[in-house]
């Protein structure tokens, strides 16, 4: 059965860091795209990163720039979010995806997502 699990979220100090990752099973991970997304109260849910099937590509949103990193290790079936110099608007619950490519929208499976709250 195919399942993304999440892992990692938790409470930071304005300035901290922290390491989601994604577990995936049921799937050859080699063949697919995963990307990071969150959802802040009150806001709808956006990207924040991904990466291709072979971690030669990544992108991140411009809020995130330089702060955070995407990575990925296909032979553990993880990909992993580095999130450095947190801010007070970081604050979301974060989730894990597979797609095709990360230059489509099409997101096909969801992992059900871990909170981050970043706050003094």
């Known amino acids: 059965q195919l399942q993304l699990v999440e892992s990692g979220g938790g409470l930071v100090q304005p300035g901290g860091s922290l390491r989601l990752s994604c577990a995936l099973s049921?799937?050859?991970?080699?063949?697919?795209?995963i990307g990071w997304f969150r959802q802040a109260p009150g806001k709808e849910r956006e990207g924040v990163s991904c990466?291709?099937?072979?971690?030669?590509?990544?992108n991140y949103a411009d809020s995130v720039k330089g702060r955070f990193t995407i990575s990925r290790d296909n032979a553990k079936n993880l990909v992993y979010l580095q999130m450095n110099s947190l801010k007070p608007g970081n604050t979301a619950i974060y989730s894990c995806?597979?797609?095709?490519?990360?230059?489509?929208?099409?997101?096909?499976?969801w992992g059900l997502g871990k909170q981050v709250t970043v706050s003094s």
């Open positions: 049921g799937f050859t991970l080699d063949y697919y795209a």
């Open positions: 990466i291709s099937s072979t971690g030669a590509n990544t």
């Open positions: 995806a597979v797609g095709y490519n990360c230059s489509g929208n099409v997101y096909k499976y």
